[in-house]
């Protein structure tokens, strides 16, 4: 079974650039979340879709976009990225209670 | 306030000794609590959960939940040196959970 699949694992952007991060999961969860986690703290939310056709905003969702493609897609969307933005970016899928998360993304931004 | 508080750590512990993790959270319409645990470099996995006042048990790990105090912790008994990791504790009002900053376990041998 492979769970929660991201890719791509690493990634290193110039200053402006844009790129998508992609997600899927297999286990026909309704919920989706993206997260990002800075050195030393924990995982802040950066949007979420609560079923197929729906997002909200989490914490800190400026300078992202999202997209829930189907029930099994979550994209994250950086449009112009900003050194700030360095981080390990997860993505996690739910089903009411245990949230299972992918291997995550490590992006930096230059 | 942050909305989940925890221990600042680092705590570092001997071998076969009990390691307790604290955490606090803001909204008393909380209802249910996560503890995950996380290696260096590796994603999050869950390790327990507790949606009602007093104890939970599964092997050598047992959470404790007192939500008049608003507080829930992770005992960890006979620790071992697989058990260093950052253990990160959430909480999940409304379906999305909102994570503390973790506390970074050291089990020396």
């Known amino acids: 079974n492979a769970g929660v699949t991201q890719t791509p694992k690493f990634q290193v952007l110039k200053t402006g650039q844009s790129m998508t991060l992609q997600c899927a999961q297999d286990m026909n969860h309704n919920s989706m979340y993206w997260y990002r986690q800075d050195p030393g703290m924990g995982l802040r939310l950066i949007y979420y879709?609560?079923?197929?056709?729906?997002?909200d905003k989490g914490e800190v969702p400026n300078g992202y976009n999202v997209s829930r493609l189907n029930k099994r897609e979550f994209s994250l969307r950086l449009e112009s990225a900003a050194p700030s933005q360095t981080s390990v970016y997860f993505c996690?899928?739910?089903?009411?209670?245990?949230?299972?998360f992918g291997q995550g993304t490590r992006l930096t931004v230059v | 306030q942050k909305e989940v508080e925890q221990n600042s750590g680092p705590l570092s512990v001997p071998e076969g000794a009990i390691a307790s993790l604290n955490c606090t959270y803001s909204?008393?319409?909380?209802?249910?609590f996560f503890w995950y645990r996380q290696y260096s470099g590796k994603s999050p996995e869950l390790i327990m959960f507790i949606y009602s006042n007093g104890d939970k048990e599964d092997g050598r790990f047992t959470a404790q939940l007192n939500k008049a105090s608003q507080y829930v912790s992770l005992l960890i008994r006979d620790s071992q040196p697989s058990d260093s990791a950052t253990y990160l504790c959430?909480?999940?009002?409304?379906?999305?959970?909102?994570f503390g900053d973790g506390t970074t376990l050291t089990v020396k041998p």
């Open positions: 909204d008393r319409g909380s209802q249910s």
């Open positions: 959430a909480v999940n009002p409304g379906g999305k959970s909102t």
């Open positions: 879709s609560a079923s197929e056709g729906t997002t």
């Open positions: 996690a899928s739910s089903e009411r209670r245990e949230a299972f």
